[in-house]
């Protein structure tokens, strides 16, 4: 069953990535271990089994996985990415050449079980805080070269995204107040440079900058690193001002006591840097 509507990346997003971690796994002689033991032409059936219960995601990045190393290998999938599966379910099967079963196995694996443990841990998040009117967000804390798939990862578990990158909006931190000189000049200068379509976000650490913030005419502001009792009190100095936006070291266990505080959002570099992936793995098929 499908947990939301989000779309699936297109296949020349994912086919850089694919072809980077197929080419660091083969490296200058290929799978010796299965030119060894397989014989050249023994065909074989193989299933991709969840043996956790979790949210799955990666399914197009398998499939690219095996049809990259062997364009006759056929791959059925059983579920699509966002589907909450218990542990047992057969995900896909692969049918085709042994060895090139084989060769390709551990890059899908590494793929599904690393996106499917991010989009496990968000739902998990997002269930946890049904109760409340927030938003769960990553971050930009992500695997070099990775970070579009697990931002996706965290749609397909019903989260959202924060920027994609540095281009996507503005957003004001300590550095850069510190060096333009105080909130209200950096403020100033990011709204003469970004025009009418590039969002401004204004990180702030006490109450005393979150009235610099609103009264420079921040709309939207990233409370960082502040306890849920500063938090609380933050949110109702920016109810018709400013929408809010909770950050810094929250983890599943503190989550739910920052979503009480009222914020908007609760940006979670977590769900990124330190989920663990989903036990997911590619049995023989007689």
């Known amino acids: 069953m499908s947990i939301s509507a989000e779309p699936a990346l297109d296949d020349v997003l994912l086919i850089p990535l694919v072809e980077a971690a197929l080419s660091e796994d083969l490296g200058r002689r290929g799978d010796v271990t299965s030119q060894a033991t397989i014989p050249a032409n023994k065909q074989a059936q193989l299933q991709i089994k969840a043996r956790q219960a ?41 049918r085709g050449n ?7 196995e551990r890059t899908a694996l590494n793929f599904m079980t690393h996106l499917s443990g991010i989009a496990t841990a968000t739902r998990q ?14 971050t930009r804390k992500t695997i070099p070269g990775l970070r579009i798939v697990q931002k996706y990862a965290v749609r397909c578990g019903g989260g959202r995204n924060h920027r994609l990158g540095l281009d ?22 990011a709204q003469d440079f970004a025009g009418h379509l590039l969002p401004i976000e204004v990180e702030v650490d006490t109450i005393e900058q979150l009235e610099q913030a609103l009264d420079a005419g921040a709309q ?44 908007d959002f609760i940006a979670m570099g977590y769900l990124t840097h330190s989920t663990t992936a989903l036990d997911i793995g590619l049995d023989f098929s007689a």
Do not use: W
């Open 220 to 263: 939207l502001v990233l409370l960082d690193n502040m306890s849920p009792e500063i938090l609380t009190q933050a949110v109702t100095m920016c109810q018709g001002r400013a929408k809010t936006e909770a950050s810094g070291g929250i983890t599943p266990e503190s989550v739910q006591a920052v979503a009480k505080t009222g914020v």
């Open 125 to 138: 998040i997002v269930d946890s805080v049904a109760a409340y009117p927030v938003q769960i967000t990553c």
């Open 54 to 94: 979790g949210v799955i995601c990666g399914m197009d990045l398998a499939r690219l996985s095996f049809a990259m190393v062997d364009a006759d290998i056929e791959f059925i999938a059983q579920i699509t990415d966002g589907a909450h599966v218990a542990a047992g379910t057969v995900l896909a099967t692969v």
């Open 168 to 189: 996507d909006a503005i957003l004001i931190k300590d550095n850069h107040i510190a060096i333009a000189g105080d909130i209200a000049t950096a403020i100033k200068q």
């Open 98 to 104: 042994a060895r090139h079963l084989l060769t390709a």
